[in-house]
């Protein structure tokens, strides 16, 4: 694949994609993105061509819209798709199962058909550990481990969307996929200038502690503190998000070259308690945390980290920041935010 290549990134405002496109830029790339911002906020743009030094292709849209993606397949010449856009909160998933299996399925379906009329057979999609439901046995999972039974909706519209893409390359064996298994993404851009900054509450826990340090929150909930782990809290693999973004570029450079469906997981083969993170926020910012212990929350698996082995030795992809990193990033993003805010 030629670095000149356009390259279409759905939700690519939001968190995820956001970092992503920074780093297709660096890397030559030119993305294109399409979100409708329903979680995410248009001042982020210019932002990211704050960082890129240069203009960022744009359209405001929803993948649910087969017209739209006709218009933007016949303007732009594709040689792939990274597929962000999807709703992600484990535990509005629970309470609104209907609007994820609505969105996350149909979406990747409508994507599909338009990549499938206009000739477009490289897609980077965006999984999740999820989709290994609660681990038996082993904690640290790889890409052999059984698919289990996912813990809510968004976790099975996950597991269905690969299933969805295995019968499509079946039928169309031109048509060229891997799945990123993420784990935990966390942290900012190092510049300061982009991060995590949900629509509403916060459900992701670093975006809840940098918004419970800065005051707008009045306090952090751990769910659960009697959980079979050393301190009782839920333990994940927190990687930070651009070594997660340039695992979308290592992808692409994978499929430069025809493939079979490949899966593999991104993460950082370490596992972090709940009280861990706190400590290392504590610990990087100065900033004492408010935080209490509430009742465990339905959908949360108990613990689960990556073993990233397979991405390394046939992607080339190795985490190399560290959960310190992260927080610090996350902290220096929330300073900023705030600080433009006061200004505006």
């Known amino acids: ?30 993305p294109v993105i399409l979100d409708n911002f329903s979680n995410a906020h248009p001042s982020v743009i210019p932002l990211m061509e704050a960082i890129a030094g240069e203009p960022i292709l744009m359209v405001q849209g929803d993948c649910n819209d087969s017209e739209l993606l006709r218009n933007l397949f016949s303007e732009h010449d594709f040689s792939g798709v990274i597929h962000f856009a999807a709703f ?3 535990g509005e998933s629970v309470a609104n199962p209907l609007k994820y299996y609505q969105n996350n399925l149909f979406s990747l379906i409508q994507l599909l058909r338009v990549m499938e009329e206009f000739k477009v057979t ?18 640290k999972v790889d890409e052999q481990t059984q698919l289990g039974v996912p813990n809510s909706p968004y976790g099975w519209t996950k597991l269905m969307c690969e299933q969805i893409l295995r019968d499509a390359v079946i039928a169309n064996p031109k048509l060229q996929v891997i799945f990123l298994r993420y784990f935990n993404p966390i942290g900012a851009h190092p510049s300061g200038k982009i991060g995590e900054f949900p629509q509403g509450v916060p459900n992701n826990i670093l975006p809840y502690m940098t918004q419970t340090a800065s005051g707008i929150l009045p306090q952090l909930t751990v769910y659960g503190n009697d959980y079979p782990t050393p301190d009782g809290t839920c333990i994940r693999d927190y990687i930070h998000v651009c070594d997660l973004a340039d695992a979308h570029i290592c992808a692409l450079d994978y499929l430069s070259v025809p493939r079979e469906l490949a899966v593999f997981n991104i993460g950082t083969g370490t596992g972090v308690s709940v009280l861990e993170l706190i400590a290392a926020f504590e610990q990087a910012t100065g900033k004492p945390l408010n935080w209490k212990f509430g009742p465990r929350r339905v959908g949360d698996v108990v613990k689960i980290y990556a073993d990233a082995q397979s991405a390394a030795e046939k992607m080339n992809w190795k985490a190399t920041r560290t959960v310190n990193d992260a927080v610090r990033d996350a902290w220096k993003w929330e300073q900023n935010r705030l600080a433009n805010e006061n200004r505006n």
Not at 5 to 18: F, M, N, P
Not at 21 to 29: A, R, T
Not at 123 to 136: I, K
Request: aromatic fraction near 8%; glycine fraction near 14%.
């Open 122 to 139: 490289k897609l980077v999609f965006s999984s999740s550990c999820t989709v290994y439901g609660t681990p038996v046995g082993a904690t």
């Open 88 to 90: 992600k909160a484990v």
């Open 1 to 30: 694949m030629k670095k000149t290549e356009k390259i279409l990134v759905t939700g690519g405002a939001g968190y995820i994609g956001s970092h992503t496109v920074i780093e297709l830029i660096e890397q030559g790339y030119t």
